[in-house]
């Protein structure tokens, strides 16, 4: 007969899941060896649970298949927490098997026991504990349903007594349920948005991670309309390719050219993005709104005329009823004003742009050690990495630079911790994602203050032969805060990092490894490491001084940054 462990992981199995995430230990251990005697299942053991959470949160991002991770009795669980918060704020659907006591011990304070049902509440759309053998197939079928019906995290912790009982004698096996399909928004909403489109002087467009399969019902939206599109971060995955309307992010990481966009037009579009930063959108425009989630509608801005549907199907009911516009201008204002902004970035890319006459005088103040620009490390990259590869960003400064200065072609994909804001999320993601195919080129943009967060499972990559390349903004800084605090008017304090030689870390682990301070050789190594088929970290020792202007500089950012360089000289240089 079954076991409780073996049906699970049976289960999961057949439902198409290959691997499963976490650290071996005591409720557990009958799971893990179900998957041990389970061919089609590998057991990938990290060196820190929240680095299970995030590589399945990842893996669930990339293919809309559940992931899972697992996390023993007590702090093993604990660990999983900031990764599948992560997943939560995602909308990845990841299951989370959980350790627990022995039932008998359930409430008497034992040795590790934490009330799991209670901790994982806030994270999970399903979170129960299994009390009987009779009970599990129907609460995995629950947990998995509910996680891709919600896009979250479901939780299900078993007591370590309970893994390698039998199911009853007449038990079936556990299913889950085919996925649901979104359809257009209704009639009456969408001759209310054609009639305010129609009659709009200019549109821009807002486009998120939710249209993005809408591509080219997308691109029509945006030809007849002749309106400029910004992107979110999550939407430069699919839409930033090929695009002559795109005009790139806004928000901190973005530009001018976007925020002139949104800020020009007489209506704003925002179509599958959930852009939760309330600063940036414009005041005084008529604004519509198409999301599948009606809870999204709204709540970053006020919204005049929604649409609740899927993009795809509602857009494919929408264009036809729009009389197609022959004046560009809006468009071609916000184009140009992107094509300027984006040739004065590219100035920077050059090895030997701070020899020229610009460059040495912007140099005396932001880079006097005349080390690399962490443009040129993305930049660089962006040119030697495979049309396919798959990109994964710390939170912060790293994500800034790949913002800017990496496209993601049409077969190129991107995973951050663009909504939780984690730190230390890049490695672990890219592990996940090398994972799901070790033949694919997989690149993690890491920061040296989140790499040395997660430091341990650089070990992974080796133990599991997953060839990924890790490239570091060694700048020995918390550098988007050290941004803020200069900002804000105040010294940089608390941010500075005595880091370690991380070449001689990794190498020392097992990987390969190269130290990179020279500009000039920048491009040779950028190319040994993406060539490279193991493990790799480029540890680019890169000018922590570096600026990345917002888009809105307000006259106060200014004043405090410019108050902020002049204590910091006072007091250190």
Known sequence: ?????????TALAEHGVTQ???????????????????DRVEWVGVRHEEAAAFAVSAQAQLTGRIGVCMGTVGPGSIHLLNGLYDAKKSHAPVLAICGQVPSEELGSDFFQEVDNDRLFADVAVYCRT??????????????????????????????????????????????????GRWASASEDQLATAAE?????????????????????????????????????????????????????????????????????????????????????????????????????????????HALVGDVGETLRALVPRLTARTDSAHLDKAVAAYD?????????????????????????FDNPDDRIRPEAVAATVDRHAAPDAVFTTDTGMSTVWLSRFVTMSDRRQLVG??????????????????????????????????????????????????????????????????????????????????NPDLCAVALAMG??????????????????ALGTDAPTLLDVVTNPDEVSVPPKPTLAQGWGFAIAKSKEALESR
Request: charged letters at 20%.
């Open 417 to 498: 911790s663009y909504n939780l804001g984690s730190m230390a999320n890049a490695l672990p993601q890219a592990l996940g994602a090398q994972a799901l195919d070790r033949s694919r080129q997989v690149i993690s943009f890491s920061g040296d203050g989140g790499l040395m967060m997660l430091l341990g499972d650089l070990r992974t990559a080796v133990t599991y032969r997953l060839p990924l390349t890790v490239v570091v903004f060694d700048n020995g800084r918390l550098g988007m805060v050290k941004l803020e605090q200069e900002q804000g008017g105040l010294p940089e304090f608390g941010t500075e990092l005595d």
């Open 340 to 364: 300027d902004w984006h040739a004065r970035q590219e100035s920077l890319l050059d090895p030997h742009h701070d020899s020229t006459l610009i460059g040495k005088v912007r140099a005396v």
């Open 196 to 304: 305010v489109l129609n009659g709009a002087s200019s549109v821009t467009l807002l486009v998120g991670r939710g249209a993005r399969e809408a591509r080219d019902r997308v691109l029509t939206l945006a030809e007849t309309l002749q309106a400029p599109m910004v992107l979110t971060l999550k939407a430069k995955e699919g839409l930033e390719h090929d695009n002559r309307f795109q005009v790139g992010q806004s928000g901190l990481i973005g530009n001018p050219a976007a925020a002139g966009a949104m800020d020009d037009g007489d209506v704003l579009f925002l179509l599958g993005t959930d852009f939760p930063y309330r600063d940036w959108y414009p005041t005084g425009k008529t604004v519509i709104q198409l999301d599948a989630r009606q809870a999204h509608v709204g709540r970053r801005t006020s919204v005049a």
């Open 1 to 9: 007969m079954p076991t409780v462990a073996s049906s699970i992981v």
């Open 511 to 528: 990987l390969q490894a190269r130290r990179v301070t020279d500009p000039a050789s920048l491009d040779e190594a950028v190319a040994w």
């Open 20 to 38: 499963v995430w976490g650290v071996v230990g005591d409720a557990l251990n009958p799971v893990t060896e179900a998957i041990r005697t389970e």
């Open 130 to 179: 299994v009390t009987s053998p009779a009970q599990l197939p129907l609460m995995l079928e629950q947990a998995v349903n509910a996680a891709y019906a919600e896009q979250g995290v479901a939780v299900l912790t078993l007591p370590g007594d309970l893994g390698d009982q039998e199911l009853p004698k007449h038990a079936r096996p556990a299913t889950f349920a085919p996925p």
